[in-house]
């Protein structure tokens, strides 16, 4: 502990003597500290005291780190570490919050929140504005103001009536008045017997104040027992009509504690069932494979082109319905496939004048890659958007609808959320899966739901707590993904994280997991870690009693932090490594059946399932897929330009069973028919060799409104174009085929459509970014070197030591003084302005002067320079000490 003569006087003064470490830690902690990098420490104390970064800082504290500053803000400035424990731990002493206090402390002063030694504890001043008690804005401990805050207004005589009135003396003037009723109201043996005379009536009174909001309403003619309260001073009028009760009287009916409950330890993980880590994995692997194909679905059915563009941005209510019935899911679920293809670049808009959503060409080459770098790719990307579906249906601050796919739907907090929700389940065995609820209680210890700093943090409810929605989203859109299978982590997705196996060499592993029944309050506990019994049937381990609990043994353990770009390049692709062995192989061949029916037993290679697409409509989906050919889909195949030779060639090729005489039958009466009857443009025009079907279809009734009429005893002509002359015809049974202006068949093979190059969406930070060890390095070198360039002894010169002004001095008196320091090898101070017109101090040492440059070792940059000599505003000596 340091002494009251060695303690620090300022802010600045704390960080100087701080090593480098510790700097860096604080820059770290607080990235905008460093954007832009302060010039000298004074600038960063200066900075790191302003409100926006303070409250910054504030938000990001844990509950119980936040709850030790509430309680600064209340304590004597400055407080002593005693007076601190006193009001965390009370009277009773908590052995719990004594043991986690300096770890609170401790990150309080890393982040520059509190300086001083242990005997002179200080809050910075603005985080003691917003945090200390006020009529406008109350403590979020629920005291009110001092005796001596509360009596500021109050008339002398006044005083000394209460004074007396609670059995003091009175006093020659009101300070000491003040004084004394303070002493009273902080003696616990004095204010017991003070309070043992109360009426009844004046206790409950206080016990309904005691724990907050501190301010009550009075008449003007107050009740007996609040007049005794009033006459005593254990309420003061702050306002007409209007009491509060003092803090040191509410501290004392509290025990000393400054919060009614003090959370030193964050919430415990329930473990709710544990199974076998390699049912996770493959649990997860089908979920992986089943994003994959929910993707690819979505793209191919966006293929030609998708939904129009909303003139405000986003997708119509009536498109991701669509949407959801031609993947059959959900809209909320359809909605998030939606925007992971955004968010990865796989679709954009087009940018044309009917502007709609299309694959994007990076689609194309997301094909081309391996299965688990498909899915690594969209993983990587899911962890890291700001996008957030799950906010789609929803209104905006001005009460307009959230669309997918459109503007409004960033949240910054969205990639910290989903990280650190993964990071708590990788902190659990391996196959252990926990419950919601008490994940969500975590994080709401680690980043309590609060409104604006100052206010008392309410407790949540519904849905008005955004961090928990996105947390909820985030575990099931995790699910969805293929990271969690069952509820668990995988190991592609602790992969996907960085993090190492629970228990690995090297890494602290602090908590700890036992499991119990709830059939029996009685029986005995066993680890969740434990070897599974191989006796037990089915995927999950033994589990005996009540919900496994992860607890921290002292205090929270380090957070998994966010890899950088290039680390999650690397786990990125470790993680794609250990799904590729459990998804499943694509396969080569259908099954036939004589219903006109195909199985496909599993997922299929790219070029058998176009083909299929081509040829048979999907009709039922799940582990296998079933495919029905019908004169429709066959005819499909046969407008692609392909044969019926060709058709029956593909499936005798790719089939497990014999191809049914049904299924060649009706390829080849459809072909036998194709193309009979060709239509052209006249508008539109029907020729076909045999007008025996003419006659057929001028005789339909169904013709009628094509209008047709006889050019030729082979030829009918129509108004009507010849798309819409197409679909009539195959209305009527037949199956016409188009024809070009040369007489030729137009091929009606679909054409992918696709957008120009796009980039993905970039996501929206939540403030500056963390810097690296690099930059950190950096920043503490110059910041040193800037403070010692503003804090270094100097001669008598015009400019003031910490003015922040430059030297002045003439061109000769400069040329001068560093051809003297040349010869004598002593340092300078400089003033020196840069081509772009910023002006900096320097301590440099010349080394040698011509040409009219001066070369030297800069002692804030660390390196030689050399500066041009009509560059230098002035110079001055150092002081000899």
């Known amino acids: 502990m340091s002494t009251p003569a060695t303690s620090p006087r300022s802010l600045a003064e704390a960080l100087r003597v701080r090593d480098d470490a510790s700097l860096a830690a604080l820059l770290r902690a607080r990235p905008d500290l460093i954007a832009p990098v302060p010039t000298d420490l004074t600038q960063l104390a200066t900075r790191a005291g302003t409100r926006a970064s303070v409250v910054r800082a504030l938000e990001r504290l844990d509950r119980f780190t936040s709850q030790t500053a509430q309680a600064l803000a209340v304590a004597a400035d400055p407080a002593s570490y005693a007076e601190l424990l006193g009001l965390m731990a009370g009277d009773q002493e908590d052995a719990a919050v004594a043991a986690a206090l300096p770890r609170a402390l401790d990150t309080l002063r890393e982040q520059a929140l509190v300086w001083g030694a242990d005997d002179r504890l200080r809050l910075v001043r603005t985080a003691r504005e917003l945090l200390a008690p006020s009529p406008q804005h109350p403590s979020p401990t629920g005291l009110g103001p001092t005796v001596r805050e509360a009596t500021a207004g109050m008339s002398p005589g006044r005083i000394q009536e209460i004074v007396t009135a609670a059995g003091l003396r009175s006093t020659h003037d009101s300070v000491s008045a003040v004084t004394a009723l303070t002493r009273l109201f902080t003696s616990r043996k004095r204010m017991a017997k003070l309070l043992a005379g109360a009426p009844e009536d004046a206790t409950e009174v206080l016990a309904r104040l005691v724990w907050g909001p501190p301010y009550g309403q009075v008449t003007a003619d107050p009740a007996t027992h609040l007049r005794w309260l009033l006459d005593r001073g254990l309420l003061l009028p702050t306002a007409p009509g209007t009491v509060v009760l003092p803090r040191e009287v509410a501290l004392h009916l509290r025990g000393g504690r400054a919060h009614r409950a003090t959370e030193p330890l964050p919430p415990v993980v329930e473990v709710t069932v544990t199974h076998r880590p390699q049912v996770v994995d493959a649990t997860a692997a089908g979920q992986a494979y089943t994003a994959l194909a929910t993707v690819e679905e979505l793209l191919k059915d966006w293929d030609e082109g998708g939904p129009a563009v909303l003139r405000a941005g986003g997708l119509s209510v009536r498109d991701l319905k669509r949407t959801a019935v031609a993947l059959d899911l959900p809209e909320p679920v359809a909605a998030f496939w939606v925007e992971l293809a955004y968010a990865a670049g796989l679709i954009a808009s087009d940018g044309e004048s009917a502007e709609r959503y299309a694959a994007t060409p990076a689609y194309d080459d997301w094909l081309e890659q391996p299965p688990g770098l498909r899915w690594a790719r969209l993983a990587e990307v899911w962890l890291t958007a700001t996008r957030t579906s799950g906010l789609v249906g929803g209104r ?153 609990l992860v607890q921290p043994l002292a205090g929270p353990r380090p957070p998994l932090a966010p890899l950088s770009p290039a680390e999650q390049a690397t786990a990125s692709a470790t993680a794609a490594r250990l799904l590729a062995p459990l998804l499943p192989e694509p396969l080569d061949h259908v099954l036939l059946q ?92 029907v020729r076909c060799d045999d007008d025996a079907i003419l006659n057929e279809i001028m005789a339909d009734k169904r013709a009628g409104v094509l209008r047709l009429r006889r050019l030729a005893p082979t030829v009918l002509a129509t108004q009507a174009d010849p798309a819409t002359l197409l679909d009539g015809l195959r209305e009527m049974g037949f199956a016409p085929a188009a024809e070009s202006a040369e007489g030729d068949v137009v091929i009606t093979r679909a054409l992918a459509h696709r957008t120009p190059p796009r980039t993905a969406p970039e996501p929206v930070p939540d403030g500056p970014p963390a810097p690296d060890a690099t930059l950190l390095a950096a920043a503490v070198r110059a910041i040193r070197a800037g403070d010692l360039a503003s804090t270094t002894p100097r001669k008598d010169t015009a400019a003031p030591v910490g003015s922040g002004e430059l030297p002045r001095t003439s061109a000769a008196e400069t040329l001068a003084t560093v051809q003297a320091a040349v010869l004598t090898g002593e340092a300078l101070w400089i003033g020196y302005v840069n081509a772009e017109g910023s002006a900096t101090q320097r301590v440099i040492a010349p080394i040698r002067v011509e040409g009219g440059y001066v070369t030297a070792f800069d002692h804030t940059a660390d390196e030689v320079r050399t500066y041009p000599l009509h560059r230098i505003t002035g110079v001055a000596e150092l002081a000899d000490d």
């Not at 592993?509 to 049937?537: E, H, W």
Request: aromatic share 2%; no cysteine; net charge neutral.
């Open 594 to 685: 004589a219903d006109l029916t195909a199985v496909a037993p599993g997922p299929l290679q790219r070029p058998l399932a176009e083909m299929l697409d081509a040829l048979a409509d999907v009709e039922s989906k799940g582990g296998a897929t079933v495919y029905r050919f019908t004169p429709g889909s066959v005819r499909r195949a046969l407008d692609s330009g392909r044969a019926a030779s060709d058709l029956h060639a593909f499936l005798a090729a790719h089939s497990r069973t014999p191809v049914p005489q049904p299924l060649a039958y009706l390829i080849d009466d459809v072909a036998r028919k194709h193309g009979h009857l060709r239509v052209g443009a006249a508008s539109a025009y």
């Open 396 to 548: 905006d601050a001005k009460e307009r609808a959230l669309s997918a796919l459109g503007p409004g739907l960033d949240r910054s907090a969205a990639p910290e959320v989903r990280h650190r929700v993964l990071a708590l389940l990788a902190e659990l065995p391996e196959g252990a899966a926990p419950s919601a609820e008490s994940v969500l209680a975590r994080l709401r210890w680690e980043r309590p739901p609060r409104g604006p700093v100052g206010v008392p943090p309410r407790e949540p409810s519904g849905n008005d707590d955004l961090r928990a929605r996105l947390a909820r989203w985030a575990l099931s859109e995790a699910e969805l993904l293929g990271v969690t299978g069952r509820g668990a982590l995988s190991a592609h997705g602790r992969a996907l994280l960085g993090a190492p196996a629970p228990g690995a060499e090297g890494v602290p592993n602090t908590s700890t997991a036992s499991a119990t029944s709830t059939a029996s309050s009685d029986s005995s506990a066993t680890s969740a870690t434990s070897t599974p019994d191989p006796t037990v049937p089915g995927d999950k381990l033994p589990v005996h009693h009540r919900p496994a």
